[in-house]
């Protein structure tokens, strides 16, 4: 069974900095890796995210791109996201989704329990 945790959510002012960490169990084979975050009231939206490689390619979301940065640690299958400059409209939960696969299930997304981020103004 695959399982992500994450962690490293917390309450800080704005212009501060967090550094979230999602930990992959159940797999060693780990596709593309990513980060979301949902807000009060509004949809899931991409945070980050980034291929497996030697070169691997980063995508972020607009409203991040610049303050936050995306790291993955392929034998720790971890993938951290570095939040810089915070700003209070970035307060949400914040899930990890990676794409991995296992003999029994093939190729899957699976998604994290979610760790909550609080911006203040």
């Known amino acids: 069974q695959v399982q992500l945790v994450e962690s490293g959510g917390g309450l800080v002012q704005a212009g501060g900095s967090l550094r979230l960490s999602c930990v992959v169990s159940?797999?060693?084979?780990?596709?593309?890796m990513g980060w979301y975050r949902q807000a009060p009231g509004k949809e899931r939206e991409l945070v980050a995210e980034m291929t497996r490689g030697s070169a691997p390619t980063t995508t972020y979301g607009d409203s991040v791109r610049g303050r936050f940065t995306i790291s993955r640690d392929n034998a720790k299958n971890t993938i951290d996201l570095q939040m810089n400059s915070l700003k209070p409209e970035d307060t949400a939960i914040y899930y990890c989704?990676?794409?991995?696969?296992?003999?029994?299930?093939?190729?899957?997304?699976?998604w994290g329990q979610g760790t909550q981020v609080t911006v203040s103004a």
């Open positions: 159940g797999s060693t084979i780990l596709n593309i």
């Open positions: 989704k990676v794409n991995a696969y296992t003999p029994s299930t093939g190729s899957q997304y699976y």
